[in-house]
């Protein structure tokens, strides 16, 4: 079994300071919290930026200020987002691609997200998956359903995009596949040959779909984008303090974790 990649999803694109105190806004703060989720075990940090009044943002220059400020602190991979915020256009959501990070998301289809609609058009997804390959970004494969796993065999079949795939199953989501350890197996089964994998569960999901891929052999994803409380009713202190979780319990599972120089090796970055 490979050792275990934690990527800590810093910040996201919904999450207020009003709902999590700790949560890291600026490109100073994010760089901060990502020196601290390296230091308790994570190989990736997934990066969303905002504005300095805590608005969602893809702007270019943001996330430079952003992966300087990582870099300065730590090794890791950044991993940006293309899926930005729900409502923008799809040139706005692939800037920061144009930065050349490691890894950038790709999100695999249009889903319900709550009371909104995260529009993914087919002709949009093909033209992220052609601008990563040219600016020679590693995708990650967001998946928030089955389908989503049949469109990505269909462009690997193709040819569209290059095998091995790293996905990234987000499961909890209102209006997508729930949060359950029954949706994790039945995606698990489904993954192209050859796949990495991740999940990333939403809220109380996150725990335990995180323990079932320890022992299952994928990876795992936490941070303040997808559950903000350390336990019922506990709003967690940090991003690190959920990384440090999970780093805890792979040990006790005897699970090793994957250094970034490791993660590197494992997802063809190196």
């Known amino acids: 079994m490979d050792k275990l990649i934690i990527t800590a999803a ?6 207020t300071r009003e ?4 949560l890291p806004v600026t490109p100073e703060e994010i760089g901060i919290a990502a020196a601290e989720c390296a230091a308790a075990g994570a190989a990736i940090v997934h ?9 969602p943002t893809q702007d270019r220059e943001v996330y430079r200020r952003i992966i300087d400020a990582v870099k300065a602190r730590c090794d890791v991979i950044v991993q940006v987002s293309t899926g930005g915020a729900v409502g923008m256009t799809p040139a706005e959501r692939l800037a920061p691609v144009t930065l050349r990070p490691e890894m950038a998301t790709l999100s695999m289809g249009s889903v319900n997200f709550g009371d909104e609609v995260f529009v ?6 093909a033209g992220f998956a052609r601008t990563l390959a040219e600016y020679g970004v590693k995708p ?11 469109t990505l065999s269909h462009w690997l079949q193709r040819g569209l995009v290059a095998a091995p795939a790293h996905v990234d199953f987000v499961l909890g989501i209102p209006g997508a596949m729930a949060g359950t350890p029954e949706a994790l197996m039945f995606l698990r089964s489904q993954l192209p040959a050859g796949a990495t994998w991740s ?4 809220g109380a999901a996150q725990l335990p779909l995180a323990a079932l891929a320890i022992v299952l052999g994928g990876h795992v994803r936490v941070g303040f984008e997808d559950n903000i409380y350390y336990r019922k009713g506990e709003l967690a202190t940090s991003n690190a303090q959920l990384v440090a979780r999970v780093a805890a319990l792979s040990r006790t599972l005897e699970r090793p974790l994957a250094t970034p120089a490791e993660a590197r090796r494992l997802l063809g970055l190196a």
């Open 10 to 15: 810093l910040t996201g694109a919904e999450v």
């Open 19 to 22: 709902q999590q105190p700790a």
């Open 47 to 55: 990066v969303h930026a905002r504005h300095a009044d805590g608005r």
């Open 120 to 125: 993914n058009a087919p002709a949009d997804m």
């Open 140 to 150: 990650e494969f967001e998946v928030f359903d089955s389908g989503m796993l049949t």
């Open 199 to 202: 999940v990333a569960g939403i």
